[in-house]
């Protein structure tokens, strides 16, 4: 066992469940609320997302998408526990410290804890590419898409990598996949373009 697998079991092993205080609330109310009032009143993780993809899928707006985007990764990033949520911060700090093989250990940590935290397979997933690691990293977003279809971080991961591996007809439908769930991302259009067009070429 790791010196860091030591430290980080030790510290789990000490850490209290930190408990929030609800705010104040607010007597004013707002005669139209805001879209992101309305999911906060939502009463689980799922039905806010469920409610945050379904206006991801209608906006056509692209900087309007992008803000909707960013609470569902926020959504994501909340994992239920102080525990996981700091271990996450500690693989994050890692990764800007350039120390990757603490940040993995930590994930591998993040994932024995909490096997259905999507999160934590996302961020091994990004940490293995980013190490060069791409059949462990396409192995973690196959577990993310088991556990949330609709991820659209990982759909784009794999399509980026299947590309790269010159299986352009499998990339093209991991990012019709990803358009299908995220439609107004220009990025994803202009690489389904781009590989539509490769396609269609190599068959003239």
């Not at 039905?47 to 209608?58: G, I, P, Y």
């Not at 992008?66 to 239920?80: K, T």
């Not at 991820?151 to 794999?158: C, E, I, R, S």
Request: glycine share 4%; proline share 4%.
């Amino acid at each position: 066992m790791s010196a860091m697998r030591i430290f980080v079991t030790t510290i789990l092993a000490c850490l209290a469940t930190l408990t929030v205080s609800p705010g104040a609330d607010n007597s004013l109310r707002a005669a139209e609320p805001s879209p992101q009032a309305e999911t906060a009143n939502l009463t689980t993780p799922k039905q806010r997302l469920d409610s945050l993809f379904a206006d991801l899928k209608k906006e056509r707006d692209e900087a309007r998408a992008r803000q909707v985007a960013e609470r569902i990764r926020l959504e994501w990033q909340e994992s239920g526990s102080a525990t996981v949520n700091l271990l996450m911060q500690w693989a994050d700090k890692a990764i800007t410290d350039d120390k990757q093989p603490v940040a993995l250990d930590i994930l591998d940590q993040v994932i024995v804890l909490a096997p259905n935290y999507v999160e934590g397979w996302n961020r091994r997933a990004t940490l293995h590419y980013q190490m060069g690691n791409y059949r462990k990293s396409m192995s973690d977003i196959n577990r993310v898409l088991a556990i949330e279809p609709r991820h659209f971080g990982a759909l784009a991961g794999m399509a980026t990598m299947l590309a790269a591996a010159g299986k352009d007809e499998l990339a093209m439908r991991a990012w019709q996949q990803f358009l299908d769930i995220y439609p107004s991302d220009r990025k994803a259009q202009e690489q389904l373009g781009e590989l539509a067009e490769k396609l269609a070429g190599s068959r003239t």
